[in-house]
């Protein structure tokens, strides 16, 4: 499958993208908010690489990845790893899961999971779901299941 680049002006992350989603406007992208409850500025992944991990408490991949957090980060150096939970950010799961990330890296959005990938990647709707970010909020890599730090690092240097 062809991946696409696709403009995401907020938080401009996508999965496999349909050709529907070149060219996506705000309004395709989840609303992301603190763990305090607090909005997400728009330019927020701008500036510098990044990677963000789609995830949920209750799917196991997930957690496995999050699990190797720090081994990401450390292949992500030069960039940005940040964690969007697709749950509400009074969520109990998410909070005690997050306590051992750092709380500016780990972000939730309310809007319904099914509907954010489905909107964003097409369906079947999966996760985990990873995607790169070039300093400028293009998407340049996307990948579905657990990233691993040889990719991590791969996709910060083709995003940088």
């Known amino acids: 499958m062809m991946m696409r680049p696709l403009w995401l002006p907020a938080l401009a992350f ?10 996506a406007t705000h309004d ?12 997400v500025g728009s330019g927020s992944l ?8 789609l995830w949920r408490s209750d ?18 150096q030069g960039g940005r790893l940040t964690a969007l939970a697709l749950e509400a950010h009074d969520s109990t799961e998410v909070a005690t899961l997050a306590r051992g990330y750092p709380r500016s890296a780990v972000w939730t959005s309310d809007e319904a999971p099914s509907a954010v990938l ?43």
């Open 59 to 76: 799917c196991g991949p997930c957690l496995v990845e999050l699990n190797g957090w720090s081994e990401l980060q450390n292949a992500a």
């Open 118 to 160: 489905t909107r964003l990647g097409g369906a079947p709707p999966r996760l985990p779901l990873a995607v790169a970010l070039k300093p400028d909020g293009h998407v340049c890599a996307v990948h579905h299941g657990i990233l691993g730090t040889d990719r991590a690092r791969k996709w910060i240097q083709q995003c940088s």
């Open 28 to 39: 395709e992208v989840p609303r992301a908010m603190t763990l305090g409850g607090r909005p």
């Open 46 to 53: 701008h500036g510098a690489p990044a990677i963000v991990l």
């Open 14 to 23: 996508s999965l496999a993208l349909p050709a529907a989603a070149v060219g």
